[in-house]
């Protein structure tokens, strides 16, 4: 069974003169021996009219095929009474669903398969035999060796679900398609996916072919077929045929009603899946958007932190500048100091006495006084100085010449105020 999709079959064949006349007799009787007539080559059959190859066949059944696809019966069933391939609606029939019109259904049935032991969809159709010969007396060989014919449905389903629970199948998925919707059904050259998919065909439009074990019923119950099927010549009870009648109108509603609940569930899970989808692309959405933003805040860090190098290096550089331009200051302040003191010391020398200059060149703690003498504040320096005056001024060479050598006065006191200190 092909879901509307088209398979190609890559065959490969010769294809040789015959110019013997003897070697094409031989060839036409064998083909006598497989139910062909040397009339069968042209367009023209036995009745005078084109050539058109019958076909009784089933094209599906109830339950799983080899492709993983599932039908439901009363599915089938509806479908075959609301007009299967009635025309204006005939269906196409093709070879290995090529989708290239060789023939048509013009007739369908629910019925019960004897031998598949499956409901299924029974369909008469027509090839146009005149006009491929090729394809119908193909056809007629495989039906002489085989017994039967190969055929395979193509189908769209109004809606399908997935399930690994299918009986028989409970560890693989199929598909289970519903209410499909029949386009064609080819005849095969290759085995069919569901293999009770077989048919039968001729030219005698006088006597159609018919489905090998099979029969067919209005009603979808197995059981009402069995019945059937072992009645005899004798009365039937009525009141047990209607009882298993209602028995099987019982069931069928059990089972429309189940089929309707996992429609309804099927298509909850449906809209669950479409909601989680969406959900899924919004949140990938999200999680782009924070990648993005995150990057942004990555770059955004790296940037400050190399910022923060850059200000942590400058402020470095800074502090260092910082360290030897106070190093600097201080030696140029200590000069300056220096330089300020030696020459607040050469003022303060200038204005002593001539004879307190002299003294101090060859006095013994001649650095401890000028150091002192530096370091004195003005108002020391002031008294200081007047003291060294009144001690030098008034006095003759004669009695400072006295004077010279004379032991300082034991007042108890050192320092700058005992002017005798520096007079020795």
Known sequence: MEHLKKVEFLVEASVVPVDDERELDQILEAAEGLGLSKEAAGPIGKDGKPRMLLITSWIAHEGRNGNGYAFVRPELDARVRQGLFTPPHGGLM???????????WYKSSFAYHDSAEKWGVLANGAIWAWRFPEVADQLLAEQQREGTIKVSMACLAESSEYTQNYPGYEDEFTEVLHNPIFFTTSVLSVPPADPNAEGHVTEDATNPPVAAASNEHSDSDVELVAASRHETKEEVDMDELKEKLDLATAKIADLEARVAELKSFNETLQAEASTAKQEAVAAQTALAEAAKKTDESTNKINELEVALASAVEAREG???????????????????????KKERLEARLAELPEVVRDNLEDHPENEAILEALASASDEDWTKTKTLFALASGGADYKGRSDREGRLPSATGKTGLSSIDHYLR
């Open 94 to 104: 093709d070879f290995n669903h090529d989708y290239t019109p060789i023939g048509f």
């Open 318 to 340: 800074l502090e260092k500048s910082l360290v030897e331009a106070t190093e600097k200051l201080t030696e140029y302040e200590v000069k300056e100091a220096e330089a300020a």
